[in-house]
């Protein structure tokens, strides 16, 4: 009878979410190439060449005052620092609305700009997601389907939920593939551990196992169960990361439970946003460089001058964001390290290291970074997009088993009347 409960709840819980995860696990497939496959589709926005050989890339500082005096009045709240040479760099420039004084995209149509970084010329723009731009914004669009059905804050919660369902039911699905507890005989001879471990072990085997030679029920099934089995470590990881970008009112007090510091305390609203601090760009970069090296230098962390690094704005909480590379990431592009500071003082707020400092928040950064991809270079991403395959098939598959056994129950109600 548990057995049978448990059935049910998987079986319910599948259909739930089934559409969720066959749209996360599609667009899985293309979002691990998302980089090449935006330069392939648009070329002309992504890819630049050097106007002559040894030409050197414009500072960050000097790009973005060229992007400000085009658009008098902008707001860039996200500086890359770190150009990577054969690639365009993008700003999103935004605007004071006059009447709701809110930050809002420059223009309704178009809200990120893309800039040759040997020249500082303007190469085009888009607004972000926006499909009906045609290709340009294909792969934003995916990306959006992605984690939101392009149903904007509804549509993540959804997902958010259905990410949670997800982690749940991974255990329930896991739990089904066990053989099912055998009841020994009264008067039977007890059997040895290491004897009734291998019979449990053979019980267990054809759950790994498809019958490809069998009807094509039981093909699916198979491909279901041991679909699943294969790669269980990783939709739990999926899941559970699912559930921290999406649904970050049930993520976060987990894992505080376990010791994880959140950084969004340190987010306090201002009573009124900040947007000119008393401390500009260049100085905030000057800052946040200084305060790196001490506090990298205070650990014994060495500053990676390759990686990514780029200076974040929160005019509402009146703070600075510095990113960089230091031995602690583990990303293929890094820049996950970050000290925070006030963006009038330069006081300190805080430091984050992707790894080493806080187990619980090691963790989180480690499933983010499994889940989009960003460890162990191509052969990962590979089966990142493998991964995302086989979630869509054990979607499909999860219906089309559901559908025969309720096909199967309404024929045995019409037999019996």
Same mark, same amino acid.
């Given at each position: 009878m548990r057995r049978q409960f448990w059935v049910i709840a998987h079986r319910w819980a599948g259909l739930t979410i089934a559409l969720f995860? /066959?749209?996360?696990?599609?667009?899985?497939?293309?979002?691990? *190439?998302?980089?090449?496959?935006?330069?392939?589709?648009?070329?002309?926005? *992504?890819?630049?060449? /050097?106007p002559s050989e040894g030409a050197r890339l414009l500072a960050a500082t000097e790009l973005r005052r060229r992007v400000l005096a085009r658009y008098p009045g902008g707001i860039i709240d996200r500086t890359p620092l770190h150009f990577e040479r054969g690639r365009s760099?993008? *700003? &999103?420039?935004?605007?004071? !609305?006059? =009447?709701?004084? /809110? =930050?809002?995209?420059?223009?309704? &149509?178009?809200? =990120?700009?893309?800039? !040759?970084?040997?020249?500082?010329?303007?190469?085009?723009?888009r607004k972000w997601g926006d499909i009906g731009q045609g290709a340009v914004n294909l792969m934003p669009f995916v990306y959006r389907l992605h984690y939101s059905l392009t149903l904007g804050l509804y549509g993540s919660l959804a997902?958010?939920?259905?990410?949670?369902?997800?982690? *749940?039911?991974?255990?329930?699905?896991? &739990?089904?593939?066990l053989p099912v507890r055998v009841r020994r005989k009264v008067g039977a001879v007890p059997v040895g551990g290491s004897i009734a471990l291998r019979n449990w072990g053979r019980r267990w085997q054809p759950s790994w196992l498809v019958r490809w030679s069998s009807s094509p029920y039981k093909i699916s099934f198979d491909l279901h169960r041991a679909g699943g089995l294969w790669i269980w470590p990783m939709l739990l990881v999926f899941a559970w990361s699912g559930v921290a970008f999406n649904l970050t009112p049930v993520y976060v007090p987990v894992m505080k439970m376990f010791g994880a510091s959140d950084m969004r305390e340190q987010l306090v609203p201002l009573p009124m946003a900040r947007f000119h601090p008393k401390l500009d760009f260049g100085a905030a970069v000057e800052t946040g460089r200084r305060l790196a090296a001490r506090e990298m230098a205070r650990r014994h962390i060495l500053i990676s001058d390759d990686g990514d690094s780029a200076l974040y704005h929160m005019p509402a909480a009146g703070i600075y964001i510095y990113r960089f590379t230091s031995t602690r990431d583990f990303t293929k592009d890094g820049g996950r390290t970050a000290v925070t500071f006030d963006s009038d003082t330069g006081a300190l707020r805080r430091v984050d290291l992707p790894r080493g400092a806080n187990g619980a928040n090691t963790f989180t950064n480690w499933i983010m970074a499994l889940h989009m991809a960003e460890v162990w270079g191509l052969p990962y991403r590979i089966a990142v997009s493998l991964i995302g395959a086989l979630v869509t098939m054990l979607s499909v598959t999860g219906v089309i088993i559901w559908m025969k056994k309720r096909s199967g129950r309404v024929s045995r109600k019409l037999r019996r009347s």
């Open positions: 995860l /066959a749209v996360a696990g599609f667009t899985g497939i293309f979002l691990a *190439f998302d980089d090449e496959l935006e330069g392939l589709i648009s070329p002309r926005l *992504f890819h630049v060449s /050097a760099v993008s *700003f &999103y420039v935004e605007r004071i !609305d006059p =009447q709701s004084h /809110a =930050q809002v995209a420059w223009s309704r &149509y178009w809200d =990120q700009l893309f800039i !040759d970084p040997y020249t500082g010329r303007e190469l085009g723009h997902f958010g939920v259905a990410a949670l369902i997800w982690t *749940f039911d991974s255990f329930v699905g896991f &739990y089904l593939t």
